[in-house]
């Protein structure tokens, strides 16, 4: 495969940008090789600027629910710009899909536009602290909230610890403030409420972990941190960047029935751009200025043309039937790969819920926790990862990431994708 544009690229990049990319995971450090330049896409393949063609199971990290350059997304961009980009000023179309989102996700009674994930994050804590006007903040181990300081803290020693910076630049103060406990597991939750419930302002976390590989709640432990949060008083604030509008129109507190206080959203609303929104409870979120005391703006928040690619992104995703067809290619997809599995069992796993997939290079059975996840052959993977894109299918760069089917895949893509893996797994294992 001839990859000599992106290589040229690369290194011009690699003068001018940090690992010549604008976020680490794209450098395909933990794979190897060289990052492919993308030109264009289209439905479920993009190309790059060699030419060479992939079906692509990154789909942006998640936004595109509808494959690349969707014509409804593309048409509702293209007329907005054309009336201007940004005014600085409310929009109709804010209040348009503030009213889809209400509508579809079960917790959310008043929402704000925010310009990514992170910075949805960064407000609902900021929100939860305001509102309760407690300082800490509980976190799951594994769990991945954006960049924000108090999110970037790993798990110290012990069950229950105080959070240690996970990255350079972030003050010890910021971290403290930060306890992090295991996913999956009640007992730990329970017994940090217990001890230290009147100083924690909310719990966040992933209801299905997808930054760390796919890791699924174990039954009842979404509904037993509800329960917990609620006797203690502190909030629950569901981080549904990813699973938002992903597992169902309602999101993962529809999928599971479980109702978080404050919900965060990114990724799908956006339509692939740049748009992040947390919401809830009408009583806390009449906390924000300019209702409230709690200070959260933003130049470009509920920007003109994001609010257009959301509207029509939602409006395809509340179509009659759109997640049970979606539910159906993930069900194929796991149909035609499980069987191949089969012959290298005590090797590889292969996990997925609805459109979300991961493949897990280990002998474990079952992958329950962050440490199960940290325990997989991540060399295996990074061999699979370049056997697949020989193979013109294009895998998340690195094997702590998940896979996204869109509506756009085939079912033809996906028995391309099967024999892919088929032929990948006999050439690495
Ligand atoms: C991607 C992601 C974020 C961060 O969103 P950005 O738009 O990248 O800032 C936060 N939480 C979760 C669960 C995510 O998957």
Known sequence: ??????????????QLLPG????????????????RFIREGKSSCFTDEDGNSFIDYCMSWGPLILGHADDSVVEAVRETALKGTSFGTPHRFEVELAEMVINAVPSIEKVRFVCSGTEAVMSAIRLARGFTGRDKIVK???????HADFMLVAAGSGLATFGTPDSAGVTKGNAQDTLVVP???????????????????????EPVPCNYGLILP????????????TKHNVLLIFDEVITGFRL????AQEYFGVKPDLTTLGKIIGGGLPVGAYGGRNDIMSMISPEGPVYQAGTLSGNPLAMAAGIAMLKSTRSEGFYQSLKNKGEKFRSLISPLLEKYKGKILFDSIESIFCFYFTDQKKINTVNDVRRCDMKLFALFHGAMLNRGVYLSPSGYEVGFLSSAHSNEDIEKTASAVSDSLEEIM
């Not at 990319?21 to 450090?29: G, L, M, N, Q, T």
């Not at 181990?141 to 954006?146: I, S």
């Not at 169902?248 to 999101?251: A, I, M, R, W």
């Open 20 to 35: 010549g990319v604008d976020s680490p995971v794209r450098a395909f450090k933990s794979v190897g090789g060289t990052p």
């Open 218 to 229: 174990a039954p009842g432990y979404l509904a037993g941190v509800r329960e917990l949060c």
């Open 140 to 146: 799951l181990d594994g769990c991945y909230h954006g």
């Open 248 to 251: 169902g129109h309602g999101g």
């Open 1 to 14: 495969m001839n990859t000599s544009k992106s290589e040229t690229l690369f290194k011009r990049a690699q």
């Open 183 to 205: 996913y999956n597991d009640l007992d730990a939750l329970a017994a940090l409420l217990e001890n230290e419930g009147q100083n924690i302002a909310a719990v966040i976390l």
